[in-house]
């Protein structure tokens, strides 16, 4: 066991082998390590400034024990150490995150399967009324048989219950770049399934447009940056078109980034039959 | 797609039934509480039920005028005298429990989910609406056995409508309600005139329609007058014609315990190759001055009934209105024949060819006052044109 690694985190850690540090930011760590019990499995090690910090991290805990799926990692325990540590233990999935294979699937039907795979994992989560609220490619995990495993619920909001973000934000938590305009604007009651399949819009180009957002200026043409352009709408239709792919493939990208809930897709069954539409459009 | 026409009834109810079932103008019946007393609702024969809409008519709560009385579920009754500070936690479930179980058990078409009936653009609308019955009315269709279709009752207001980040905050709260099938519109135009002459509302009305459709939802286009025509672009589920005009019309006021009682308007006749309705008065200068004149009076059974000499005119008269009823629903079902860029070409050829016939009249010297001529097809147009080039029907 590596030295380096914090005094609280090796009391932890002494109960696995083949430890590996997987990723490191602010107050939490990820390990890759083997327990006898559980087999390889991850572990995240970090702390908690306020109760409410504590209540969003049992909150994603108590949304993954309650999904069996092929989509999500599997939580296989939970615990808090004093004074402010919290340890969450979830099955280790071999895969890579989708941030570092998007040119993967940049063919059409790739792009459509994989974006099918997606609708498929949230909507265990939307039927649930529990939007993600962060679906970004590093969020999304690519196991070597193709299938997604979506992860970080840290944000994810329980449209039933109360807020824990009584804030006067401008901004909703989010990572900007792929949060709905909704979200941007922090208009909480209207953050609903609609607001991921925002976020999957942008994926979804992204993997057609080989990694390019759709909202960059770069791409674009115009904007300061990726979120004033989210605001006002432009992203990179024009590109799009000239990919000459199937009319119906631009419909659903269109919609899926309508820049209001309700321009996008009203239920998962409508949204599922559109991709469809395209699959069909292009076999 | 083909729509439904339905017929928007008030207390004359049975003839809205008769012209129904004698002459095939409608597809069903919406049911007004305010107008047909809570027995006899239940009494009308199954047949006509099940392909009706009843509208609980909760718009002013505290308010039971006329029939809505003999509703124990009516929320003034129900919370012993409304208090907007107190119903929503202690008398909302009781009174959506019984409207739901009410309409469920006279086995109406679609469960409404009232609404209240709110001037202006007041910022607390969706949270009202929720709060009062929105959330109960859900809660109450939820705990019935069998599923049942929820049409959620919408009055916008001409405010609203034209306001866009209004609109979009109704459209994103409507579309985000889970169970609800779709939404029994009003629209309620300011204008004082018997025809909306306002191109921008029939415009922004056309999308809002058209918003909902898109997203799958049932639209019911509730107190329409002869705009059902024009509105009938944006490819509602079912459109309304009704006999007086405050079930053409809507106006709170009628909903009001001080409305007065209004003196009774001259008769009129719906003439469909002018999409207008035409006083009595101006029919003799039509077929003495205008060539062809007597060819703009549509001949069916009623019109030979009513121009016999022994007629006596008035606006009472069941037959001015199952003559309206046969001419409308005859255009209507044509219309619903047709889709997209066909159904809009038709419907321009029809305003056209009505605005033809309005400046013959002018020609003719026949020179009818604002309620009577065809000032209103001008915004039509506007409308309908502007509505085609969002669509791509024209260029």
């Not at chain 1, 990820?30 to 572990?43: E, S």
């Not at chain 1, 993600?132 to 590093?138: C, G, L, Q």
């Not at chain 2, 009936?117 to 939820?142: H, R, W």
Request: hydrophobic letters at 40%.
């Amino acid at each position: 066991m590596s030295p380096a690694w914090p005094t609280a985190h090796q009391k932890v850690l002494r109960n696995y082998t083949a430890v590996i540090l997987l990723k490191q930011g602010g107050q939490k760590a990820a390990y890759r390590a083997h327990h006898a019990d559980h087999g390889n499995v991850v572990v995240k090690i970090g702390s908690y400034a306020t109760i409410n910090g504590l209540k969003r991290i049992q909150r994603e805990v108590e949304v993954l024990r309650g999904l069996n799926s092929k989509y999500y990692p599997r939580n296989i325990a939970f615990s808090t150490e004093p004074p402010n540590q919290f340890v969450i233990v979830e099955e280790y999935v071999d895969s890579v995150p989708l941030s570092a294979s998007l040119t993967q699937f940049s063919a059409p039907a790739e792009a459509l399967a994989f974006l099918r795979h997606l609708v498929q994992g949230l909507s265990i989560i939307w039927e649930k009324r529990v939007v993600h609220r962060d679906i970004k490619p590093d969020n999304i995990l690519v196991a070597p048989d193709g299938v997604p495993k979506i992860i970080d619920l840290g944000i994810a909001r329980l449209l039933d219950d109360e807020s824990l973000t009584r804030t006067l934000n401008a901004r909703g938590p989010c990572t900007p770049n792929y949060a709905s305009p909704e979200q941007l604007k922090n208009r909480k009651a209207q953050i609903d399934q609609r607001a991921d399949q925002f976020g999957l819009g942008i994926v979804f180009l992204q993997l057609l447009l080989s990694g390019a957002h759709p909202f960059d200026p770069a791409i674009v043409g115009s904007g300061d940056s990726i979120v004033s352009n989210i605001l006002s709408d432009k992203w990179c239709r024009a590109k799009l078109q000239r990919c000459s792919h199937p009319s119906s493939i631009q419909s659903l990208a269109a919609k899926l980034l309508g820049p209001e809930p309700f321009q996008r897709y009203r239920t998962t069954a409508s949204l599922l039959s559109a991709i469809t539409v395209c699959e069909r459009e292009l076999s | 797609m083909k729509f439904d026409i339905y017929h928007q009834a008030g207390f004359r109810y049975q003839w809205n039934i008769q012209s129904i079932n004698d002459d095939g103008t409608g597809d069903g019946i919406i049911i007004g509480a305010r107008s047909v007393e809570k027995d006899k609702v239940e009494q009308l024969p199954l047949k006509v039920r099940k392909k009706a809409i009843f509208d609980p008519q909760f718009f002013l709560p505290a308010v039971p005028k006329g029939q809505l009385a003999t509703y124990d579920f009516f929320p003034h009754l129900a919370s012993d005298g409304f208090s907007s500070s107190d119903y929503a936690d202690e008398s909302a479930g009781i009174s959506a429990s019984g409207c739901v179980a009410f309409q469920v058990q006279n086995r109406f078409r679609h469960v409404v989910i009232p609404t209240r009936y709110m001037a202006g653009m007041p910022g607390d609308f969706i949270k009202t609406q929720n709060s009062l019955f929105v959330v109960p009315f859900l809660e109450a269709i939820a705990s019935q056995d069998g599923d049942h279709s929820a049409l959620l009752q919408l009055v916008v207001t001409d405010n609203m409508l034209k306001d866009d980040e209004y609109t979009a905050d109704l459209l994103n709260w409507i579309t985000g309600l889970e169970g609800v099938a779709g939404v029994y519109l009003i629209a309620e135009h300011n204008g004082s005139s018997k025809q909306i002459k306002d191109a921008d509302f029939l415009y922004r009305l056309l999308r809002f329609t058209l918003a909902l459709r898109q997203n799958d939802m049932v639209v019911v286009l509730g107190y329409l007058n002869t705009e059902a025509v024009l509105l009938s672009l944006s490819d509602p589920s079912v459109v309304t014609m009704g006999v007086y005009e405050n079930t053409r019309a809507f106006k709170i006021r009628t909903f009001e315990d001080n409305d007065t009682k209004q003196r009774g308007p001259s008769p009129r006749l719906y003439m469909a190759r002018c999409l207008q309705w035409i006083d009595r008065n101006y029919h003799g200068a039509i077929e003495r001055r205008l060539p062809g004149g007597k060819e703009l009076f549509d001949q069916n059974k009623y019109q030979a009934i009513m121009f016999r000499p022994s007629f006596k005119w008035h606006f009472s008269k069941p037959e001015l209105y199952k003559h309206h009823f046969v001419e409308l629903s005859r255009q209507l079902r044509q219309i619903s024949e047709l889709e997209g860029r066909a159904r809009f070409k038709h419907v321009k050829a029809i305003i056209e060819a009505a605005m033809k016939n309005f400046k013959k009249m002018d020609e003719s010297g026949i020179v009818l006052d604002q309620d009577n001529d065809g000032s209103h097809l001008a915004a039509w147009m506007t409308a309908g044109n502007e509505f085609a080039k969002d669509q791509g029907w024209q260029n």
